[in-house]
């Protein structure tokens, strides 16, 4: 039996290798793009979605012959890392992109990674795109880093004025994994709600991220009786969870996050308990978003099966970094002439409606342009959807 | 307070069952299975696809999920621990194969079923109010009469059926179990089973209330880990003490050192080893090496 | 063993500087650097797991001692600006000291007590370093500088890493230079009076505590070497990583230095060696597979498991004799 299985296994092995060493031939050029992230384990969706979209934007490239840069004309090719949420790992997946000749990454997602990522990617010249808030990576003296969203720091202030000036919030409570991102995440949003003149009424109840019941968790927090509850970084597995036991609690104020979320996610988890949660987004909802965002769903729905929209917001660093090395072919093989261009950069954003542009900013939040510029969408849950509350910028 | 005790009670009966199965199977064949928490993940899964994709009856997912992880259960047994028990010089070489099935279970899952959180529709809709002392929903309550219905289950078949006593008989001492005429083989395969299956109808039953996804099976597992610690390794009792304890610090912890949040979990970590390096053998533990 | 020792040091010395550095600059895969390094790092830690397993208590909690050991080098390095050189013998002295005050009473537990024990021990490791304020809580300890220059009456042993070139390869040196090390310290131990008293403890302690061996002693001494390797490792990470935060070692590292000493046998000195090679080198390899990578690397653990219950040197090929039970 064991001769067999290893039989089967070993015949599975080399067909799935067959299948990769497969890939169609083409007459362009390739341009490697790297993605590190997690793709495994316990945070598995934030990589996964990210990743997808990257791939998703790739095949569609390709498949409508190729993206022009300069006079030449490339095939995107994603070469994905699976970090395992592992800042050690992380650094061996940045090393493994300078191998490839590659200058330009997405990720990695957590604050740990991103961190300990940025020695080799100095070393090497590569411009890297995390999903991490940590000021200290895109201030100077770092400079290869690039937030590739809106930081909580940013979205929190707009999201707690617009709760108090049009719902009348004055109670804020907030709770939060005990793990560094949404730990950083919660003393950020605090700052942010007590310069604005709410009054915190709980802001140190926090959980593990494996918890199954957060009806203990949550008790001491509805107690305090807060207008609008704050899930500081909370993710997407948790957040339903979250959302129902506060509910059950008897808890009828105002719920929102910082983060991206899925609305099936939602509906599954906390069915109708989920109406009225506030999360930040991308452009797809209806209002906003353009035919080419429609297409992007279509497309990845059509490759993946399900479409997960957490990818709004992930949709649009791999658009940065084409758009950015167009306006500059010399960046291809040259990070610093990415750089220079970052500064004055400045394109159509596709996946908007409206007049909004592709441009780094930063200024204000880091002293240099290192932030893409997406629009600060806030979305609120309603019957498994997500509609648009408002939309926002950040300098 | 009642409130507190009422929390505490819902996640022991929970906690407990996850550990029962882990325990069931240490008690049998001094494994212990790093993969527990991912069969659960995997039981949670099967009632899913069942219900909210096939859309059968919730009952139905829950048997499934059982007789789905039973088998596989039994499989892992025979063609994987039995022959590396057989052949290796230390036990303790087993974690690492229970960690590769961890793995493994952990691949299969995320290419099956995805990598989103997944859920089930609400069983019974409501929430029981008593005078604001005591809020539950009923969605809730009935999973934890079904739980400790489940606990009570397995109590009575391991005491009075023939396989629950052989059972016994060979978690006490191996050797005389054999000599006496137990099927040692046949009962390691069929505790393992069952030792799986609970952990799968537990995914089926916390489905309902706190959904599934890939992430959970390591940490349930350490938890599980924790419990059987707490009351005793390899003692069906102990497992079942060791999960309501650990449900009642958790739920008073959270509200006594609420203020100071960031080290409730802490407290509870460092008493747990304050209160193992007194008591080494957990509550009821035999002391063995 | 028939090999002498100090010409297996030699051995051992000549492939991972000579060799392995050879083979790299031939097939210009220079991102394997750090993948050695990290595997060199990861098997001093894994080194002192395989001695607590020496005195037969199944560690789960180094990931505990390298947590500490990188907090403690990144805080002399960044507060005190001390030399990363000096806070590297530190580092595992600090862990050594705090293994001692904790393996006092948790040492008296055996088989799984103890192995559940050391596993919430990483756990307790994390959140203290979320909630002290010298470890700056969830934000992390960022911008370490690079290792600086150590020197001695004006002659420099070691170079600022800073101005190096590549001071890629010089971890990658730095690394193997103390795995090498470690090894031999190790090798030297278990083939000393303490080793064979180690073995009396692992086949009986009551038995060889009736002899009047000093259990207890013993018992923290071998936990308080394995934490300084630890400690060290972690040390030597954060360095390299240039920023710690509370998740940079976590309970899955610490299952998986303990799945290092199994792969590679529990009987055998290089065992967690290899197995730090196979199986964290296996995961980086398999990285052109995508979404397979963790499927076909499980399934490749279990048949090696099935193939080999007692790891991968006790291959008849290598296993010269050292047959124990």
Known sequence: MNKRLFLKTAIAGILSVGLFSGVALAANETLKIGFVGVTSGPAAAWGISNQRSMETRAAWINETGGYKIGDKTYDIEIVAFDDQKDPKRAIAGMEKMAQEGIHYVVGPNVDDGAAAVRPVAEQNGIMYFPYAFPKSLYEAPASNAVLGMVANYQSGPAIYKYMKDEKGVKKVAFVAANESDPLSQRTGGVAAAKALGLEVVSDSVTYQVDTTDFTPVLLPVVRSKPDLLVLSGVSPANAPQLIRSARELGYTGLISTETAQDALVLKEGAGDLANGFISVGGASTPEIATDMMREFVERYTKMFGEYNDESNTKVYALEYILETLKADPAGITDAAAFKKIMDTFEAPNPYMKGDAVLKYVGMSSFGQKRQVAVPLVVNVYKDGAFETLFVAEVD | MEQVLANGLYLGAQYALIALGLTLIFSLMNVLNFAHGQMYVFGGFVTYTVVAQLGLPFIVGLILSGIVLGVMGALIEKYLFRPVIARSTREESTMLLAAGIAFFLDAVILLLFGEKQRGIPKIIDGVLNWDYRIIMPYDRILIGVLAIAAICIFIMYMQYSKTGRAMRALAQDRVAAELMGVDVKYYSMIGFALGAMLAGIVGGLLVSITGINLGMGGPASIKAFMMIMIGGAGIISGAIAGGFILGMMESVGLLVFAAYGDITYLMIFVSLIIFLAIRPHGLMGKPWG | ?325
Not at chain 3, 173 to 193: D, E, G, K, T
Not at chain 3, 281 to 289: S, V
Request: hydrophobic share 55%; glycine share 8%; with cysteine.
């Open chain 3, 1 to 325: 063993m028939n090999i002498k020792k100090p010409l297996l040091v030699i051995v051992l010395l000549l492939v991972v500087l000579v060799l392995v550095p050879w083979l790299i600059h031939v097939s210009g895969r220079w991102d394997f650097y750090y993948t050695l390094t990290s595997v060199a790092l990861l098997s001093i830690a894994s080194a002192g797991v395989w001695l607590t397993f020496y005195i037969g208590r199944i560690n789960i909690g180094q990931g505990a001692y390298t947590l500490i050991g990188g907090y403690a080098s990144a805080i002399l390095v960044t507060k005190l600006g001390m030399n990363f050189w000096l806070t590297l013998p530190l580092a595992g002295l600090i862990c050594a000291l705090i293994s001692i005050v904790i393996g006092l009473p948790i040492l008296r537990l055996r088989g799984v007590y103890f192995a559940m024990v050391t596993l919430v021990l990483t756990e307790v490791a994390r959140l203290t370093a979320l909630a002290l304020p010298i470890t700056n809580g969830a934000k992390g300890i960022v911008n370490i500088p690079m290792p600086t220059e150590l020197s001695f009456f004006g002659i420099t042993i070691i170079p600022d890493f800073g101005t190096l070139e590549n001071p890629k390869l010089a971890f990658y040196i730095a690394s193997v230079i103390m795995m090498v090390l470690c090894y031999a310290a190790l090798y030297r131990i278990v083939n000393s009076r303490l080793g064979h008293l180690c073995r009396s403890l692992q086949q009986n302690e009551e038995l060889s505590a009736s002899i009047g061996v000093n259990t207890a002693y013993l018992r923290v001494l071998a936990y308080s070497i394995s934490s300084f390797m630890g400690g060290i490792a972690g040390a030597s990470f954060v360095s390299i990583s240039q920023s710690v935060y509370p998740s940079s070692f976590q309970v899955v590292d610490s299952v998986n230095f303990m799945l290092n000493c199994f792969l590679g046998g529990l009987g055998f000195v290089l065992g967690p060696m290899l197995g730090t090679l196979v199986l964290y080198f296996g995961w980086d390899l398999l990285f052109t597979l995508g979404k397979y990578q963790l499927l076909i690397y499980s399934s490749m653990l279990i048949l090696l498991m099935v193939w080999l219950p007692n790891g991968l040197l006790s291959l008849k090929l290598f296993n010269r004799g050292a047959k124990k039970k």
